[in-house]
């Protein structure tokens, strides 16, 4: 089974820009999809962009459309999320997770890592 570790997190100003990866390890992971999630605290759970098998984009959760960018290279085994202008309101933990077909793409999860903005 597919393993996935998120890295790229930290402490960012407003406005800034990070990118988040999320390594897998496995054969199969070309033959996953693969999302990003995010949770603040005391909030739930939120979706933030979904990517295709061969790269195409699925969706993007309106908070961060025109904002966020997700993009794989299965030969490096790596989803990334670039993230621009963060807002204070990105502030979260976020998760990679992924599956064999949309609908069981919550199968598999990283451990998140921890985003900060600072306003």
């Known amino acids: 089974q597919v393993q996935l570790v998120e890295s790229g997190g930290g402490l960012m100003q407003a406005g800034g820009s990070l990118k988040l990866s999320c390594t897998a390890s496995?054969?199969?992971?070309?033959?996953?999809?693969i999302g990003w999630s995010r949770q603040a605290p005391g909030k739930e759970r939120e979706i933030v962009a979904r990517?295709?098998?061969?790269?195409?984009?699925?969706d993007y959760a309106d908070s961060v459309k025109g904002r966020f960018t997700i993009s794989r290279d299965n030969a490096k085994n790596t989803v990334y999320l670039q993230m621009n202008s963060l807002k204070p309101e990105d502030t979260a933990v976020y998760y990679c997770?992924?599956?064999?077909?949309?609908?069981?793409?919550?199968?598999?999860w990283g451990q998140g890592t921890q985003v900060t903005v600072t306003s």
């Open positions: 496995g054969r199969t992971f070309s033959s996953y999809v």
């Open positions: 990517i295709r098998r061969t790269g195409g984009v699925i």
């Open positions: 997770h992924g599956g064999e077909t949309i609908g069981t793409m919550t199968d598999v």
